[in-house]
């Protein structure tokens, strides 16, 4: 297989590699990652990518190494990206981009609309006649705009959720919500406040309900038909975001060595196809799974 210059930060990392046949599932899911960087004569059924070897008895990359590698990904429009990736349980930084930047959030923002919902009103607490968590279960495993934005309409409006957030450690000045759904492209978030609201609602009573509610990768809602047959499938819960020009996904990562991480990546760029920003999202979340800690 012909490798592209995508590729050559891993090699530089790893001077001496092996080949290893990919799982043909896991070989449909790179076609179209490596397609958009041009890679070239595929074939139907399993393919060759490097890895390190096994005598080095690693399963993954260097967290220390994992900076240049998300830098070529995002090369050459880094600064349409904002990308915030901490560990859960003690905020160590495994990558940053542009955290502290605003972008368009699009249905991410549906992120602050249901923790803020949940803060404010109890589960089982009724809007219509079904309970607040199925309406929370709704707008993030659908990505329901109609349900988000009744939401916050129920729960007070934007600036009860402004509150409610803050008083989870959400800085007010890191996000603005227009709406409940993230239509509006007046909407605005940094990757830091995403990162924050995430790690803030791990640690409350409504963690299980907010947590089950995100889209899992390759398995349930908006990323069903996404990273499957990966290592990131049944492991990254996580809430898309979709709008012309703007991708964005925010959530967790079981992780194998470093438990529970909490990322946030938004991809704000008019000039490039929305499938190339998904493929770009997606081989970050592949590349951060395969992340191992320094020997």
């Not at 003690?90 to 940053?96: A, E, F, I, N, Q």
């Not at 038909?225 to 990966?230: D, P, Q």
Request: net charge positive; with cysteine.
């Amino acid at each position: 297989m012909r490798l592209t210059r995508s590729w050559l930060p891993t090699l530089a990392i790893f001077a001496a590699t092996s080949l290893t046949t990919v799982h043909p599932s896991f070989a449909n899911e790179l076609k179209p990652l490596l397609e958009n960087t041009e890679a070239t004569s595929i074939q139907d059924g399993p393919i060759e990518i490097y890895v390190p070897p096994p005598e080095n008895n690693t399963s993954g990359t260097c967290a220390a190494l994992i900076k240049p590698i998300l830098d070529n990904i995002i090369s050459p429009y880094g600064k349409h990206w904002g990308i915030l990736v901490e560990k859960l349980d003690d905020g160590t930084l495994l990558y940053t981009h542009n955290a502290d930047r605003h972008f368009i959030p699009a249905s991410n923002n549906k992120i602050f609309t249901t923790a803020a919902a949940l803060r404010l009103k109890s589960p089982q607490s009724k809007i219509g006649s079904k309970s607040l968590r199925s309406w929370v279960d709704v707008t993030n495993i659908r990505s329901n705009n109609y349900y988000a934005d009744t939401l916050l309409r129920h729960i007070g409006g934007q600036q009860a959720a402004k509150n409610a957030l803050a008083k989870l450690g959400v800085d007010p000045s890191d996000f603005r919500q227009v709406d409940g759904s993230g239509l509006s492209r007046r909407n605005v978030a940094t990757p830091r406040s995403l990162v924050t609201t995430l790690r803030a609602m791990y640690y409350t009573p409504q963690r299980d309900v907010f947590y089950s509610s995100l889209p899992v990768a390759g398995i349930s809602g908006t990323l069903r038909n996404r990273m499957k047959g990966t290592p990131a499938q049944g492991t990254v819960y996580a809430k898309t975001g979709t709008l012309r020009g703007v991708r964005a996904l925010s959530g967790y990562m079981n992780h194998p060595h470093f438990g529970i991480v909490v990322f946030s990546i938004l991809g704000n760029n008019p000039n490039v196809s929305g499938s190339s920003l998904i493929a770009s999202i997606d081989n970050i979340v592949l590349q951060l799974s395969s992340v191992r800690p320094c020997d």
